[in-house]
């Protein structure tokens, strides 16, 4: 899988991207991330990658022009991959599990981070290929969303989780509770214990409680 990633802002990722499961993915060959600095593909000697908008307003817009042509250029260089342009919007549909799922199957997703106060509407309507939220609040750019989905995605692809990882999220869904030694906390004056049923040592028991207590992926 190939993540191809277009900000102004590419220092952003650098420790993200280059810890855990993440970086174990990228060093195995199972993912491959590229950040793209939109400044790159402007015509202009001052690098400009956004305009105030029309009808006037507060704020600068980026543009779409300099978008198409950051993405025309990245699909030029892997024209062979099934691919999909992701945009992320506040007011747009909210991002799941299911999409996550979904979009593991592609074969490169490229992602573009907004900022100011947002992209071109052109963009958004005649560029991607879907536009996400990730949830009812409003963050001052598209980065946060980017590794967002992208974690989320890499995950479902073979062999980035180790095998004990795998199996819980594939076993029982998403939210498992787990609990570890101490056998009793206290916990603002109150003893919190492990649900008596894990120390059971009836292990169908424990399976049969661990799927009640997930949640099916939306």
Request: hydrophobic share 35%; net charge positive.
């Amino acid at each position: 899988m190939k993540f191809d990633i277009i900000t102004i802002f590419p220092k952003i990722f650098d420790s993200y991207f280059n810890e855990s499961i993440l970086a174990r993915a990228r060093k195995n060959g199972l993912i491959q991330i590229k950040i793209h600095n939109l400044r790159d593909y402007t015509a202009d000697k001052h690098k400009s990658v956004d305009d105030s908008p029309y009808g006037g307003g507060p704020g600068m817009v980026m543009r779409a022009d300099v978008i198409a042509k950051a993405i025309t250029k990245i699909k030029s260089q892997k024209s062979n991959l099934k691919s999909k342009v992701i945009l992320f919007s506040p007011a747009s549909k909210k991002f799941t599990q299911k999409d996550a799922q979904r979009l593991s199957k592609y074969g490169q997703l490229i992602f573009v981070c907004g900022r100011y106060e947002g992209v071109d509407c052109r963009a958004e309507k005649y560029i991607a290929d879907e536009v996400f939220s990730i949830g009812d609040f409003v963050l001052s750019g598209g980065e946060i969303p980017a590794m967002t989905v992208i974690e989320s995605v890499s995950r479902l692809i073979k062999g980035v989780l180790g095998k004990s990882e795998s199996i819980e999220e594939k076993r029982y869904g998403i939210g498992v509770p787990v609990f570890t030694r101490p056998e009793e906390v206290v916990i603002k004056g109150k003893k919190r214990a492990v649900p008596k049923i894990l120390m059971s040592g009836d292990h169908k028991k424990i399976e049969e409680w661990r799927k009640s207590q997930t949640k099916t992926p939306a």
